[in-house]
């Protein structure tokens, strides 16, 4: 039997995977190889760090401090998931938990478990900056930002209308751990000011929150 080449491997791989499955292992790979699998990073403590002062680093330090409910300076899988769901109860309708809980589920699947048999315990706010400073700058973060913006939406679309009012985007920013700069938050999502958000106008957003390389942003409040 003839021996296959790389080159043939790789076609199979491609054909096994679909377009959209295939963005989704490669992001799981990359974040894996950057953070490694245990609390902390990479044993030998290699993880690139952004400069102080650098206004992505405010931006992702204030965003794991949202992750990090507890304040204790890590974030581990109940956290991120259970710890979102538990607060998205308390302002989501019923009948949208299992879809967030799906969203959020997915989120940490991709972002911070491996494609193996180890996953991901737990993750500090310089395995976050790490990540995002050598993968999530790239675009094959778009469609996973996406993906997440768009069940995001859903979540917080109490009635189904394709638009989130301003008590509907209050809640979803109440689930995201966000205390302040409400009114703030749904001015600079809604750009055109119509007094609703669509979905197209949050995901925007999100996508310039997250895949920017500048501050700026009132996505999550002040």
Known sequence: MAMKTPWKILNQMIQE?????????LLLVAVNDVIGTTCGGHQNGQREDLEEGDKR?????????LLDADNDGVVDRH?????SVERAMGYFAPEKINAFNETVSRAWSSFWSTPEDDFQQCFDVLD???????VFDTTMFLPSVKY???????AADEDDDEELNVFEHKAFLQASNVHKGFCKSFSFVDENQSRSIDKKEFVTAAVDYFCNRYDGSLFYGE
Not at 17 to 25: C, E, P
Not at 79 to 83: F, K, L, R, V
Not at 128 to 134: D, E, K
Request: aromatic letters at 28%; charged letters at 20%; hydrophobic letters at 50%.
């Open 17 to 25: 995977f679909n377009t959209a499955g295939l963005l989704w292992f």
């Open 148 to 154: 997440w913006a768009k069940g995001l939406f859903r």
């Open 128 to 134: 976050f900056i790490s990540a995002h400073a050598t």
């Open 79 to 83: 956290e991120y998931i259970n710890g």
């Open 57 to 65: 680093r405010d931006k992702w330090v204030r965003f794991f401090n």
